[in-house]
């Protein structure tokens, strides 16, 4: 009995203390302390809450302290949470405008919208409906077998096949929106400008150069650098002046 307590006690302990933060770092960001209030929000995301609204008050903080490129790596986390979060894309939207090289930030497609659509929610939701899924899939195995009554025992029978695909669903996006997240295929520069190099040595040519805020697709890495490609220009970066995502 003293084991169950203090378990459930750990719990609600946890659960008030896991939004805390961001909470305070609300209060801070609204009273112009945005470097604590980053600190809060940073501290929500070490604590495993990958939510976009917590990415979404850190872009805005990083853009408050004058950090675009950092503003811009946020937002695009956020979006990898919830595709569908409409004030990210606005901000976003925003943001292509403050920044020097013609860039796309969030580009509106079909594929976007089937993102939204699947991902438009929490991390865990596939997860929890897996679960639900398997109880009434359990559940009509058990009155196909069980029942005495044909009609119900056909009614079963296809409810388990529909109940089953929905299982199978459910975790293949539960796996594919876990690991979306930890895919870095992408990356922002973050110093005010970045050279693009022939190849991966710290005696390569110049080829051209990226503004802050501007992002691009991962296509390689060796050590302290990363390949990239940005429309018709492809070259080397080093690694320390970007951000991935």
């Known amino acids: 009995m003293n084991r169950v307590l203090l378990i459930g006690i750990f719990i609600l302990t946890s659960v008030f203390a896991f939004g805390n933060d961001f909470e305070k770092g609300v209060k801070e960001y609204n009273a112009g302390n945005y470097e604590i209030a980053l600190v809060l929000f940073k501290k929500e995301i070490q604590k495993g809450n990958h939510s976009s609204g917590v990415y979404s008050n850190i872009g805005r903080t990083y853009f408050e302290l004058d950090s675009l490129g950092k503003s811009v790596w946020a937002y695009q986390m956020g979006l990898k949470v919830d595709p569908s979060d409409d004030?990210?894309?606005?901000?976003?939207?925003?943001?292509?405008?403050?920044?020097?090289?013609?860039?796309?930030?969030?580009?509106?497609?079909?594929?976007?919208?089937?993102?939204?659509?699947?991902?438009?929610?929490?991390?865990?939701?596939?997860?929890?409906?897996?679960?639900?899924?398997?109880?009434?899939?359990?559940?009509?195995?058990?009155?196909?077998?069980?029942?005495?009554?044909?009609?119900?025992?056909?009614?079963?029978?296809?409810?388990?096949?529909v109940f089953g695909f929905l299982l199978v669903l459910s975790i293949f996006l539960s796996y594919f929106h876990?690991?979306?997240l930890q895919v870095e295929n992408n990356a922002v520069v973050i110093n005010k400008t970045v050279e693009i190099y022939s190849n991966p040595t710290s005696s390569a040519s110049s080829i051209a150069s990226l503004n802050e805020g501007t992002v691009f697709e991962i296509m390689n890495s060796t050590e302290g650098f990363l390949e990239i490609k940005l429309g018709q220009v492809q070259g080397w970066v080093h690694s320390e002046e970007v951000w991935k995502y």
């Not at 899924?133 to 009155?143: A, M, W």
Request: charged share 20%; no cysteine.
């Open 87 to 161: 004030q990210i894309i606005a901000d976003l939207e925003f943001l292509e405008t403050q920044i020097s090289d013609d860039v796309e930030l969030y580009e509106r497609s079909l594929m976007r919208w089937f993102e939204g659509m699947a991902f438009g929610r929490s991390q865990n939701f596939w997860a929890y409906a897996g679960i639900i899924f398997s109880v009434f899939l359990s559940i009509l195995i058990l009155l196909k077998f069980r029942s005495q009554n044909n009609l119900l025992k056909t009614f079963s029978f296809y409810g388990a096949w």
């Open 178 to 180: 876990t690991n979306r």
